[in-house]
């Protein structure tokens, strides 16, 4: 995994600025009620969080990158706090809406990160996460698209379904300033995964 401590900031200039946070939190808009609370994993410097704050909700971000989180705390003053997504200071239940964009492809095992939002989601609550980042932005030098992602779709689904996530919605967005080489922008989806009402997780 990339060092996003010296990443944070050259971050949101090489990753689409405003206009990608802009596209990704209408898309996670289009899926959510009006003025939610979302808890989100891997906020990074809070760019899509603070997109999301424009269009009405309330953000508390978590992420484990103290330098990413220094700009986070910028624009969620107050609402972030260092934590590893796959062990929340969060309450059972306590929580409507978890996003994650952009995390899971990082991990070698999205499972412990599905447990979690299993635990801290009510029943009913929803969990929108970014999947088949790389095959949506082309894969890196040396990695097949086909090799088995801890964010692949079918994975994901097969995974939520034993922590009583289950697949509910879908959306996409255009990743701004994320095209290869004179290559068209790519388009990442997003899942929505719901825990299934009278679940505990
Ligand atoms: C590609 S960035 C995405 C940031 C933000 N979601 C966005 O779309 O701009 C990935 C972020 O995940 C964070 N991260 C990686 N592993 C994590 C973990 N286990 N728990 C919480 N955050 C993590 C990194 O520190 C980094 O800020």
Known sequence: MLDYNSESADYDRTRGGVPRAQAAASALDQLLPARSVILDLATGTGIV?????ALGHRVIGFDTSVGMLAHAAGRLPGRVMRAD??????TDGSV????????LHLL??????????????????LFLT???????SHAPQGMSEDSPRADG??????????????????????????ARSGGAEPRYPILGFRLQAGSSG
């Open 49 to 53: 969080a603070a997109q999301l704050e």
């Open 96 to 103: 409507d809406v978890v996003t994650a964009i952009w995390l």
């Open 85 to 90: 997504a796959a062990a929340l200071p969060v």
């Open 153 to 178: 779709c079918a994975r994901l689904t097969a995974v939520g379904a034993r922590h009583h996530l289950h697949l509910a919605a879908a959306t996409s967005f255009v990743g701004y300033g994320q």
């Open 108 to 125: 070698t095992d999205a499972e412990p990160v599905l447990t979690e939002v299993a635990r801290v989601l009510r029943p009913g609550g």
């Open 130 to 136: 970014t999947v088949d980042k790389h095959a949506a």
